[in-house]
């Protein structure tokens, strides 16, 4: 499954989000000040966090601090 890309201005700080859809799809913000690089490198990582099921996880925010520690 594709999730559904959009580019939206956000604070630099903002890389992109990922939400997931009330009918299972899932849509991908990228920060469209950023480089096509880092929306590039954004992007996989929001694909990791969809084909992890992070999504279904309680903690998203333990789940961000493991993935930034390589935990």
Do not use: A, W
Not at 16 to 34: A, E, F, P, Q
Not at 37 to 56: A, P
């Amino acid at each position: 499954m594709t999730p559904n890309v959009h580019y939206m201005d956000m604070p630099c700080r903002v890389r992109g989000l990922t939400r997931k859809n009330s009918d299972g799809t899932y849509t991908i913000i990228l920060n469209s000040r950023l480089s096509y690089e880092q929306n590039l490198k954004t992007y996989m990582h929001e694909l990791k966090h969809i084909k992890n099921n992070d999504f279904d996880k309680p903690d998203i925010e333990d789940v961000e601090r493991r993935d930034k520690f390589g935990i």
